[in-house]
């Protein structure tokens, strides 16, 4: 447990992510501060820490002698999925409370031996799924949970856009592809609009042999998952789309849209139809990253588990495993939950406003 009244982080992988989104998070989430960057590229990290007024900066290879300092109390990991487990175990073994960018990583022997070193260290160890502090998010589980549109019978979405060439996420080595990248997000919106695990997946995958930035990695999938009680879950994700990403729940008495639905920087749009009636709830631009740093920030001040932790993490590594067996064979996939379902909570639910002030290089 933290003893300062700010819980002190080292950002791991100064990439775009980092850029654009935790850095300048951290500066309004009240009750967390970057004291450190750990990157492969010292002069980027070196420009990222003056502009952000950040002490320290080090090499990937010089973490051990950073996290065995006592000068953090958590990491961010956001390198590539390969390395995730490499940094979190490290982290751990210094008591270090970890939160990293899903996937967890990149097969479950990995994400179980993070979760062995997180236990037993007595540290928190949480994906960071922004997206559960959101209040767009939660008011959409929120109505399904009401019974605003009856039982919830049919999820569908779609996210994708145009990826650049040379981008990460395009290495197989990484464990890269638009699943991994997009697709965990419309994964976790099914089993939580649901409430539930998947226990069947169908899948199919697709890529252009003529656009080279597809040699290592499909182009889009899609995947069709069974859950208890005949419900249905299908998606799509895709880097090589017109931007969209958008999600529609069908129940028995009526149905959701949601526009925007995973984006970090747009306004939500919920469109809750019931017979002839119409509503329409626009939810205000949050920052997502301020919202979930200040979430977890206050589970490590408060000594208190997250209610929704690495377990969630493991749940989608399974599903998202699972959809990539079921696109390569060609065949279903079932799939058997070993926990049980845990869901989102209202106290989870933390609003700021966007932050502005960032500084993102090349």
């Known amino acids: 447990m933290a003893t300062h009244k700010k819980v002190r982080y080292a950002v791991i992988g100064a990439g775009w992510i980092s850029q ?9 989430s009240g009750n967390s501060e970057v004291v450190a960057i750990v990157s492969g590229s ?16 080090c090499s990937y290879e010089d973490f051990d002698a950073l996290a065995g300092s006592g000068d953090i109390d958590a990491v961010y990991i956001a390198t590539p999925n390969s390395s995730h487990a490499r940094f979190a175990v490290k982290a751990a073994q210094h008591r270090l409370h970890i939160l990293v960018e899903k996937p967890l990583a990149v097969s479950l022997a990995e994400a179980e031996s993070m979760q062995a ?18 209040p767009g998010m939660l008011k959409l589980i929120e ?11 049919f999820f569908s979405s ?11 996420r395009l290495r197989k080595d990484h464990w890269g592809g638009p699943l991994q990248d997009l697709g965990v997000y419309c994964l976790n919106a099914a089993r939580h609009v649901f409430g539930a695990e998947p226990i069947e997946i169908q899948a199919m995958s697709g890529s252009d042999a003529d656009d080279p930035r ?17 419900r249905m879950a299908s998606f799509y994700a895709g880097f090589g789309t017109d931007p969209t990403d958008v999600i529609h729940v069908l129940g028995t008495k009526g149905s959701i849209d949601v526009q925007h639905a995973y984006l970090f920087d747009k306004p939500r749009t919920i469109v809750l139809r019931v017979g002839d009636t119409v509503e329409r709830i626009e939810v205000p631009e949050t920052d997502n990253f301020s919202g979930m740093i200040a979430w977890f920030s206050d589970c490590i001040l408060d000594g208190t588990p997250p209610a929704v932790d690495s377990g969630e993490g493991l749940e989608d590594m399974r599903a998202l495993l699972a959809i990539d067996e079921a696109a390569a064979r060609g065949a279903p996939v079932r799939l058997a939950s070993r926990r049980p379902f845990t869901p989102l909570q209202a106290s989870m639910q933390r609003s700021f406003p966007p932050a502005r002030r960032r500084l993102v290089l090349p």
Not at 20 to 28: D, K
Not at 143 to 153: S, T
């Open 20 to 28: 654009q989104a935790f850095l300048p998070a951290v500066q309004q």
């Open 117 to 134: 070193a997180a236990r037993e260290a007595g540290v928190h160890l949480a994906t960071a799924y922004r997206l559960h502090n959101d």
């Open 158 to 168: 779609h996210f994708g856009f145009q990826i650049a060439a040379g981008n990460h």
């Open 214 to 230: 597809f040699a290592e990695v499909d182009a889009g999938i899609t995947a069709t998952l069974r859950f208890e009680g005949g």
């Open 143 to 153: 109505l399904v949970r009401g019974g605003a549109i009856g039982d919830p019978r």
């Open 42 to 57: 010292p002069d980027k990290a070196r420009q990222l820490a003056d502009f952000h007024g950040i002490a320290d900066v």
